[in-house]
């Protein structure tokens, strides 16, 4: 049984920090690419970032020079770090598994 469990998630004042982790089990997590997604109200959800099974990031434009994401895999664990946060960047934050496995998701709130 495949798991991806997100922890780290809360209520952040803007430009504030947040460190979101997601521990995987039921795969061999070395052998997949790894992504974080968020979804806003009433928005569809969206690639916040992704790391290949080589260690390759990728980041959309809204998040680049502010998010970072890594990996351990000796953890099965893959890391966002969110630094200047906005109110903006308010949503559930996903963990995704080879496009094919979901967490169910951690709440971020960035609020004054």
């Known amino acids: 049984q495949v798991q991806l469990v997100e922890s780290g998630g809360g209520l952040v004042q803007p430009g504030g920090s947040l460190r979101l982790s997601c521990a995987a089990s039921?795969?061999?997590?070395?052998?997949?690419?790894m992504g974080w997604y968020r979804q806003a109200p009433g928005k569809q959800r969206e690639s916040v970032a992704s790391i290949t099974t080589g260690g390759r990031t990728k980041y959309a434009d809204f998040v680049k020079g502010r998010f970072s994401i890594s990996r351990e895999n000796d953890k099965n664990t893959v890391v966002l770090q969110m630094n200047s946060l906005t109110p903006d960047d308010t949503a559930v934050y996903y963990c995704?598994?080879?496009?094919?496995?979901w967490g169910q998701g951690t709440q971020v709130t960035v609020s004054s």
């Open positions: 039921g795969i061999i997590f070395s052998s997949y690419n």
């Open positions: 995704n598994a080879g496009w094919s496995y």
